[in-house]
Nanobody
Framework: QVKLVESGGGSVQPGGSRRLSCTGSGYRYIAHCMAWFRQAPGKEREGVASIDSDGRTNYADSVMGRFTISEDNSKNTLYLQMNNLKPEDTAMYYC????????????????????????WGQGTQVTVSS
């Protein structure tokens, strides 16, 4: 049974940094894609960043240059380093797992993320305010 557990959320001032973690268990897919999504109140869930089995990454334009996604396969842990945080980054952040090729670009184009990502964590809240 696949299980994803996020941690690291909290409150931070604008311009600050935060690192999210997502520890996974129950899967051993040779080819897979791990991603971070976020959802603010009243808004749809949006893709933030993804990383595939070969380490290739993809980012939403809104976080490019501020956020970095990485993965430690020895620990089955996914990270999201968030720097220069803005109030508009406030959201519940979710990690997700997809078998095979990353399809986050399709999500950026408007596809439903649940079409591709079959496993999700419970989320961790990030609040950016002064």
């Amino acid at each position: 049974q696949v299980k994803l557990v996020e941690s690291g959320g909290g409150s931070v001032q604008p311009g600050g940094s935060r690192r999210l973690s997502c520890t996974g268990s129950g899967y051993r897919y040779i080819a897979h894609c791990m991603a971070w999504f976020r959802q603010a109140p009243g808004k749809e869930r949006e893709g933030v960043a993804s990383i595939d089995s070969d380490g290739r990454t993809n980012y939403a334009d809104s976080v490019m240059g501020r956020f970095t996604i990485s993965e430690d396969n020895s620990k089955n842990t996914l990270y999201l380093q968030m720097n220069n945080l803005k109030p508009e980054d406030t959201a519940m952040y979710y990690c997700a797992l997809q078998r095979g090729m990353c399809r986050l670009s399709r999500v950026f184009a408007g596809d439903d993320p649940f079409t591709y990502f079959g496993f999700w964590g419970q989320g961790t809240q990030v609040t950016v305010s002064s």
